[in-house]
């Protein structure tokens, strides 16, 4: 990580360099503008070099290093380095095992906390932190690596502590809507392979109610909504992406409306569909649910989706030919 032009850094960045966590929170103490220093060759500033540290031998003292340097100069967690262009928070969004996840968690919070903006800052390829966390998160989900809870000192945290972390910063209008492309992206397999699944039970199930309501002489019933799915981990995160999208948008809204997953789905603009899809099979009610606030239906949400990129166009379409065949009714 060292560079020729580290002989002229400041103390605090060599300390830091050396993993000397300690001395580091003392010499930031004593100098706190040299945490402002930059690396002109790599763009590296100290709270970079922190962050980069996952293997130190002493995980507990980085993180109050890390503490340190945000509360000396939290203008840092923004600094892009010259390689990926990505900053302190983009690299500890980009956890490499779950091992870390505690202290990776940690440091998230810290730079959310201190410098809310810092979530908004795009690498060299224009993604988000919380982009990457969704691509490194979906990486280790291949690999095998446990999506559950971690233990350690601090209390249980579960996998999905990063994500809702950065959550709390502050983000561009359509950062929820590209956090759920890129989980889909990554993950798209398994996600249209679970729902072909709820299709086709759904296809069973409505064609059990059709038969019972001729026999019964009754309408057809409401097929009740599947659970079958509820600890699929991409649909959590969906879920709780989903969730922070609505509470935004009824932020100064007293009292807030409850969350409903299937009108929050049909308010972002090209929500992939096979997400819209799931919506529907978890929450068919929500489907003939009028939105106290609005007075619409998730159709109507859908039908107001902006046409002006062609793309969006067939995507729309068929979200309103998936709602319509759930509740034709809407249509009339």
Avoid at 38 to 44: F, Q, R
Avoid at 216 to 223: D, F, K, R
């Amino acid at each position: 990580m060292s560079s020729s032009s580290d002989s002229d850094a400041p103390e605090l960045y060599k300390l830091t360099l050396t993993e000397s966590w300690v001395k580091v929170v003392q010499r930031v103490t004593k100098e706190p503008s040299e945490a402002k220093y930059v690396c002109p060759n790599t763009k590296l500033t100290c709270l970079h070099v922190a962050v980069r540290a996952r293997k130190t031998l002493n995980p507990s003292s980085r993180i109050a290093a890390i503490r340190a340097l945000l509360e000396a100069y939290p203008e840092a967690a923004t600094v892009q380095d010259s390689e990926f262009e990505q900053t302190p928070l983009a690299y500890a969004c980009l956890v490499d095992d779950m091992k870390s996840l505690d202290d990776d968690s940690e440091a998230v919070r810290l730079m959310v906390e201190l410098n809310p903006k810092s979530s908004q800052v795009t690498s060299k390829h224009g993604y988000s932190p919380l982009e990457l966390h969704i691509m490194a998160m979906s990486r280790l989900k291949r690999r095998g690596d446990a999506l559950g809870i971690r233990r350690s000192k601090k209390g249980a945290r579960d996998a999905t502590f990063i994500l809702k972390a950065l959550l709390m910063g502050e983000h561009t209008t359509n950062a929820i809507a590209k956090a759920l492309d890129t989980l889909f992206e990554c993950n798209s397999l398994a996600v249209l392979e679970q729902v072909a699944l709820e299709d086709s039970l759904a296809s069973t199930l409505r064609l059990r109610a059709r038969r019972r309501a001729r026999m019964s002489g009754a309408s057809v019933e409401t097929i009740d909504g599947t659970t079958n799915f509820a600890n699929f981990w991409v649909w959590q995160w969906a879920l709780i992406l989903l969730e922070a999208d609505y509470t935004r948008r009824y932020v100064n809204i007293s009292p807030s409306p409850p969350f409903l997953a299937m009108h929050a789905a049909a308010q972002v603009k090209d929500c992939p569909l096979p997400f819209l899809s799931l919506a529907i099979r978890a929450y068919p009610s929500q489907v003939r649910q009028v939105d106290e606030r609005t007075g619409n239906l998730p159709l109507h949400f859908v039908a107001a989706w902006d046409v002006s990129d062609p793309s969006t166009i067939s995507r729309k379409s068929m979200a309103l030919n998936s709602l319509l065949s759930e509740y034709p009714q809407a249509g009339s």
